[in-house]
C-alpha cells in the first residue's frame, strides 16, 4: 500500500514562514506530478502548487512570490516552503500525489492525511 504522510504544519504569526514535507512510502515503481491543496470549512479543495516528476512548477496566483514548492526524487518527498504567511493562508494542507505503484497498473492519486496551518496574531 502505498502512503502519503505529511507533516511541519502548525500555528504562527503573520509574516513568518513554514516548511511542509510529504513522504511517499510503501510499494511505488514510480511518481508523476506532487501537488499541495488546501481547504478551509465550506470552501472547496484549492490546488496551491504544483509540481511535474522533471521539475515544472505552478503555483495559484494568491501564493505567487511567497510559497515555493520542491522534491526530492530520490526520498519520494515534496516540499512547500511558505513564507510572509498571512492570515488568509489558514487552512488544512493536503499533499497530492499521482503514484504508480506496479508497471502494468495505471497511475493513481494518492492523498495525504492533511496538516493544519494557522496564521494569527
Known amino acids: 500500500q502505498v502512503q502519503l504522510v505529511e507533516s511541519g504544519g502548525g500555528l504562527v504569526q503573520p509574516g513568518e514562514s513554514l516548511r511542509l514535507s510529504c513522504a511517499a512510502s510503501?510499494?511505488?515503481?514510480?511518481?508523476?506530478?506532487m501537488g499541495w491543496y488546501r481547504q478551509v470549512p465550506g470552501k472547496q479543495r484549492e490546488l496551491v502548487a504544483g509540481i511535474s516528476s522533471g521539475g515544472s512548477t505552478n503555483y495559484a496566483d494568491s501564493v505567487k512570490g511567497r510559497f515555493t514548492i520542491s522534491r526530492d526524487n530520490a526520498k519520494n518527498t515534496v516540499y512547500l516552503q511558505m513564507n510572509s504567511l498571512k492570515p488568509e493562508d489558514t487552512a488544512v494542507y493536503y499533499c497530492?500525489?499521482?503514484?504508480?505503484?506496479?508497471?502494468?497498473?495505471?497511475?493513481?492519486?494518492?492523498w495525504g492525511q492533511g496538516t493544519q496551518v494557522t496564521v494569527s496574531s
Open positions: 510503501g510499494s511505488i515503481f514510480s511518481i508523476n506530478a
Open positions: 497530492n500525489a499521482d503514484i504508480q505503484y506496479v508497471p502494468w497498473v495505471p497511475s493513481r492519486d494518492y
